[in-house]
């Protein structure tokens, strides 16, 4: 019986259950000893390979990853998409510099919804951001569209303006897709822009693992981009922590070369064996045909929704976004009412509430209780709106530092409402988690603008210049 359970288990889940089995004397770390039902936590020991030194069985779960993936190189992470964005930028960094690259800040081109920890990635390694943002009136914190001939005038207007001050270059473009309310670009045709721009295209797929696994691959590295930073923990059976950062086989030759460096600059050297055990197990136990069923179960799901009124958004097959903008009910008002039916949602903003689905929910039970909490709750979804939905035209606010020049400068706490915030520098983002993505980045000056959209997301205080 052992042995057959032993027979499925990846390299990595073998090599610790064995362990656990011979129930020898630890003396190494970490400090429970393997009690407290912790047996499988386990550390550096000889066999248990070393995650940025992997040549055992670490390798063997990137091994295959690399293979479900179709990637040129795939590498484990145990602290998320964060730790995966940092390290991407970091080598697409180190590939501008080898390519003769000289600027001493050189430039990511990112579309303006980028989670915080590509800001923080842009203080640490000392690269200037240019944002791509449409004035836009439908404006959504979470949501940047681009198109790509958006992109490729993006590139064009920054390298024009370089033409006489040749003190930045630009290095990569980066984009999130799919984003937090289930928004996906057009991948295929933006990397197409930035390759034949001479740029790397990398993409923060945090939401977006899974996408490998559909009938239609619709996984960004299958559409084109050079890297990605896949959550594996967001919509595969991971443990929170897990992530991969992959190379396409169409990226430049040794684009990889420092991966692990750049993992374990912005990483523990301890990183988690129950993360890394569950990644490999996931790779075991992951069916593409499951995905397919579930598919299929939230299509049906989302016209019976329709059915009843309920106007949903985005395009992602397993994210199931209630749009908001027209109804009495705010995204955290919603959320509240579901709660009392004992369902808990992913993420709620005044416009939009989200629920992600994986093929682990129980089914049948969490769609119909999802769809009878629904339809007692349509009456006052429908009830239509005395709220008029916002609109904000989004525009850029003016850069007068970069978040890295602003880092170490003192800063104060102030209300939001206090009139003389406009014209003020900011000094942090405003960036409370979900989503992680702020109307203003450090550095950029208050406006109108801003203060209303802080206001329509309920923030009542920001970080200011002292
Ligand atoms: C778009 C996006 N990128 C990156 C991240 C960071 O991912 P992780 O939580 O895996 O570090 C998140 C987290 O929610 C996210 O929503």
Redesign the pocket.
């Known amino acids: 019986m052992k042995d057959k359970k032993n027979q499925n288990l990846s390299s990595l889940g073998k090599f610790i259950e064995e362990y656990k089995l011979s129930d020898g004397v630890r003396l190494h770390m970490p400090g429970h000893k393997g009690a407290f039902g912790f047996e499988e936590d386990l550390t550096e020991i000889k066999g248990a390979d070393s995650l940025y030194e992997a040549e055992g069985v670490i390798l063997d779960t990137e091994t295959e990853a690399a293979s479900l993936f179709g990637s040129r190189s795939t590498f484990l992470g145990t ?7 940092k390290a991407m930028c970091f080598l697409a960094l180190k590939h501008y510099h080898e390519e003769g690259g000289s600027a001493e800040h050189p430039v990511i081109l990112a579309s303006r ?6 800001i923080y990635a842009s203080m640490l390694l000392g690269f200037d951001i240019r944002w791509m943002s449409r004035e836009d009136s439908a404006y959504s914190l ?1 949501k940047c569209e681009l198109t790509p001939v958006e992109l490729e005038k993006y590139i064009d207007e920054f390298n024009k303006t370089q033409e006489q001050d040749r003190k930045s270059d630009l290095a990569a473009v980066f984009v ?1 897709s ?3 309310l289930g928004n996906m670009l057009d991948i295929k045709a933006l990397s197409e822009v930035a390759h034949r721009k001479g740029l790397l295209f990398l993409c ?4 977006g693992a899974y996408l490998k696994l559909l009938k239609e691959d619709l996984h960004p590295l299958s559409l084109g981009a050079d890297m990605t ?1 896949d ?4 919509t595969l059976p991971v443990l ?4 991969f950062l992959h190379v396409s086989e169409n990226a430049p030759a040794g684009l990889e070369k420092d991966a692990k460096k750049a993992l374990l600059m912005f990483g523990s050297t301890s990183p988690s064996y129950l993360i890394m055990n569950s990644v490999a197990e996931s790779l075991k136990r992951i069916r593409k045909s499951d995905y397919d069923e579930t598919v299929q179960k939230l299509a049906k799901l989302k016209g019976q929704l329709r059915a009843l009124g309920y106007v949903l958004y985005g395009d992602e097959p397993l994210k199931l976004v209630i749009d908001l903008r027209n109804s009495v009910l705010t995204g955290p008002e919603f959320a509240e009412a579901l709660r009392s039916y004992g369902i808990e949602c992913e993420y709620a903003d005044p416009d939009f509430l989200v629920t992600m689905w994986s093929p682990y929910n129980r089914y049948p039970r969490d769609t119909e209780r999802f769809i009878s909490a629904l339809s007692e709750l349509a009456a006052d979804y429908l009830k239509k709106a005395k709220k008029k939905p916002a609109e904000f035209n989004f525009t850029l606010p003016q850069v007068h530092f970069s978040p890295r020049d602003i880092m170490f400068l003192p800063h104060k706490t102030v209300s939001v409402e206090d009139p003389s915030l406009i014209g003020k520098i900011a000094a942090d983002a405003v960036l409370s ?5 702020s109307p203003i980045i450090a550095g950029e000056e208050f406006t109108e603008n801003i203060v209303s959209i802080l206001l329509h997301y309920g923030v009542t205080s920001v970080e200011i210049l002292a």
Do not use: R
């Not at 602290?79 to 964005?85: F, V």
């Not at 929170?240 to 992530?243: P, W």
């Open positions: 602290e998320g998409s964060s730790q995966i964005i919804n980028a989670h915080k920890a590509f979470c999130t799919p984003d937090y923060d797929n945090a939401h930073a959550s594996a923990h967001k929170t922590g897990g992530a988690c979900p989503p992680a993505v």
